[in-house]
């Protein structure tokens, strides 16, 4: 027996689990998040298209899914098309949502009233071919509905994106429970990247791969959503200019 | 014509010339409706008399229930002489509710200088009876509670021939609660069987259906059962062939639906009604037949369906038109199915984009806009960060802080203590005197703070920090970061 697998065949196998579970041969493709060490974690180099993913917030943030929210916005804002946003109330402040990069003209939003017209909202978006991304802010998620969300999304090919914001602290527990969603995400809030004034600066998230289909979990330290929508590995240097040549008067004589 | 003079009309009832119908000013001169003209003319001099046209009147009244029809539901018939029936079970979900529905109805023919009651009631008989006879601008009779509204009305009220209310008069009869107290037999003996079918339909006991009108120049399409259906799936597939011919018929005239209604004539003649709406005008057969079958859920078949009636009740032109090539760009995708999809299920009011408005006040700079409404291309000044979730009413908090323009050192938000270490601002947000004289000198001074473990969050002090009448220097949590 070989120590190293061969690699030819672990990729035909993988070819092959692939073909069964897809039922269809499609090539798959990704939104990458632009940031190496992200990208290098997630299998094919990216957030897989056409898959549903789940995000929570950590501590407060799982009530109020602020930071969650953000980085859903951030992933939406770098597709192409429209967005469908579904809530059961409706206490996302637009302005913010448009700093992430996602043009208020692009977002539609959805109030359905309670959970369950939230799920049916998100599967009828998740099936039409052409948006870019479907967010839904959704308290529970039962097992049966995220695989339904989960085949409406390989079918159109959109990217679905499910909040899971929680009534109380307590409700909390339920987002461990299993789903047939390909990545989920946790997004904590940490204090803000230092400025040498007073002030704040870029806020900070820990960003926590919990799970994630054929990958491993991953932690990471970000920075927020810049007016792109793209995330940022803090560097290691603090207060270090990352452009030093801006600024930069040379004589030459 | 003078206001303030009475107004009656005359016309005649057999050899007589009567009033038949008389305004305010003529009722408060004690004009009352059925005296004789001459009489009515002795009584009040100055008197305005006009001829009555019951003709022109109903034509009047048909073009008011096509109004009904397009504005609040797809049945709707005319209630001669005066009065319109508006068969609005599942529709008032649309307009907020039975109330809401009522008041927009009396509010918009008031504006249209009509002085109208309206009441909603589990059935036409009670309906009717409550509207003409209970006085007051808009009654709700709650499901079930006919019997116990009606009793208290006056025997007319029944839409009984004036015969008849004459006879009972003579009895002593003065309400409907005396009739409802007497065995029916004989008093079917001796004025027919008219008595006793109004009073159950008044109490919803027989059925009466509703003949809804027809506009003449609506697109129409009809398919008669021998044997009555009632299955979803058989249901589903005459809805598509409806839809199929209903649409070659309107791309021969040129034109796309906006809204469709279907209406299915059941075994015991009452009508079932579904009513779909589209954002766009369209004539795709499987978009639109599919918008119908997300409805059939709410079809109550009873015994049977006899008739299928699919009409466009609004349709407007739809002319074919050449899209722009792809060569240079992608086109955006079309999504306007989408809408129309979840549009019929939530409600299009639940459907919105948000645009920005001009206003300093962070809730008041945000509006909701149709999701088909044109794009606007701009966004709001980005000149601060805005918080994700902004509170629907900011919520105190208490805060130590210096005066007059320093963030809070601490503040104690639902129950816990947070120290702040970083923030930033003040950001000052002046009222808006143009929109309410109280906010003449109102400020507000907003804050970006964050707490130990980084929650950043949206705090501003009522006032300047320096004068009281600028606000309470107190101090609110209005939105949380991410």
Redesign the interface.
């Known amino acids: 027996m070989p120590a190293q697998p061969d690699r030819a065949v672990v990729s035909a196998l993988q070819d092959r689990v692939r073909s069964l579970e897809g039922g269809r041969n499609h090539e798959r493709r990704v939104l990458p998040f632009g940031v190496r060490d992200i990208d290098s974690r997630l299998p094919g180099g990216g957030l897989a298209l056409g898959a549903l993913h789940e995000v929570a917030g950590g501590g407060n943030g799982a009530v109020d899914g602020a930071a969650a929210a953000l980085f859903a916005a951030g992933i939406a804002a770098r597709t192409v098309g429209k967005v469908l946003w579904c809530v059961s109330q409706q206490d996302l402040f637009a302005p913010a949502i448009a700093q992430a990069g996602l043009s208020p003209d692009r977002v539609i939003y959805v109030e359905a009233g309670d959970d369950k017209s939230v799920l049916a909202c998100f599967e009828e978006g998740l099936r039409h071919v052409g948006l870019g991304a479907v967010v839904a802010e959704v308290a529970r998620l039962p097992m049966t509905a995220s695989r339904r969300l989960q085949l409406a999304a390989e079918t159109s090919g959109g990217i679905g994106i499910a909040i899971r914001r929680c009534r109380r602290q307590s409700d909390a527990t339920d987002f461990g429970q299993p789903t047939a969603s390909v990545t989920r995400w946790r997004v904590s809030v940490m204090p803000s990247k230092p400025l040498p004034v007073p002030g704040v600066g870029r806020a900070r998230w820990q960003l926590e791969l919990i799970r994630c289909r054929g990958g491993e979990s991953a932690d990471f330290e970000v920075e927020a959503c810049d007016a792109k929508g793209r995330l940022a590995v803090p560097s290691a240097v603090v207060n270090r200019s990352s452009e030093k040549e801006i600024g930069r008067r040379i004589i030459a004589a | 014509m003078p206001p303030d003079r009475p107004l009656v009309l005359v016309g005649r009832d057999g050899q007589r010339r009567v009033v038949l119908a008389a305004d305010m000013n003529a009722l408060a001169a004690s004009l009352r409706v059925g005296m004789p003209a001459t009489k009515a003319q002795a009584l009040v001099p100055g008197l305005m008399v006009q001829d009555a046209r019951p003709e022109e009147d109903a034509e009047a009244l048909e073009r008011l229930a096509l109004w009904g029809l397009r504005r609040y539901s797809p049945i709707v018939a005319v209630d001669l002489p005066d009065g319109l029936v508006i068969d609005i079970t599942g529709s008032e979900q649309l307009h907020g509710g039975e109330q809401a529905l009522l008041t927009d109805l009396v509010s918009r023919l008031g504006s249209a200088g009509i002085a109208a009651r309206a009441a909603v009631a589990d059935s036409w008989g009670a309906a009717h009876a409550v509207a003409r006879y209970m006085r007051r601008a808009t009654s709700i009779v709650p499901p079930g509670g006919v019997a116990n509204v009606i009793t208290e009305l006056p025997l007319p009220a029944l839409r009984l021939s004036s015969g008849v209310v004459d006879g009972l008069r003579v009895l002593g009869f003065e309400r409907v609660g005396d009739l409802l107290a007497q065995p029916r037999a004989p008093l079917t003996l001796r004025f027919g069987p008219e008595l006793g079918r109004r009073l159950d339909q008044a109490l919803g006991v027989l059925s009466e259906p509703i003949d809804p009108i027809r506009p003449a120049e609506v697109v129409e399409v009809r398919r008669s059962f021998g044997e009555p259906i009632a299955a979803a799936e058989t249901i589903a597939k005459y809805i598509g062939k409806l839809v199929t011919s209903l649409c070659s018929e309107l791309e021969g005239k040129g034109l796309g639906a906006k809204r469709l209604d279907l209406l299915m004539v059941l075994v015991d003649n009452s009508v079932e009604a579904i009513r779909v709406s589209t954002a766009l005008p369209g004539r795709d057969a499987k978009r639109l037949a599919r918008l119908l079958r997300d409805k059939i859920e709410k079809i109550d078949p009873g015994f049977g369906i006899e008739l299928m009636r699919l009409a466009a009740s609004w349709a407007e032109p739809l002319s074919p038109k050449q899209t722009l090539s792809s060569l240079i760009e ?1 086109p ?4 306007s ?3 129309d ?2 549009g019929n ?2 409600g299009t009011d ?7 408005l001009a206003s300093d006040v ?1 809730e008041r ?2 509006q909701r806009v149709a ?1 088909t409404a044109p ?3 701009n ?2 000044p ?1 000149h601060w ?8 009413s900011p919520e105190p908090i208490d805060a130590v802080a210096l005066l007059p323009d320093h963030p809070p050192a601490s503040f104690t938000w639902r129950g816990i203590r947070r120290r702040v ?4 601002g003040p950001e000052r947000v002046f009222g808006e005197w143009w929109k309410r004289d109280a906010e003449l000198a109102a400020v507000r001074d907003y804050f ?3 707490d ?5 969050f949206w705090i501003y002090r009522a006032g300047d920090g320096e004068n009281l009448s600028t606000g309470s220097h107190r101090w609110f949590l209005h ?4």
């Open positions: 992608q955006e995708a079309d999504i199915d989408l809408i999809t979840l299920r939530v639940q459907l919105y984009r948000f645009a920005p962070p700079s945000v999701a794009v606007v291309g966004a709001w980005d960060p805005r918080p994700t979730r902004l509170l629907s270490r970083r923030a930033d970006q703070v964050e130990d473990a980084g929650e950043r939105g949380i970061f991410a």
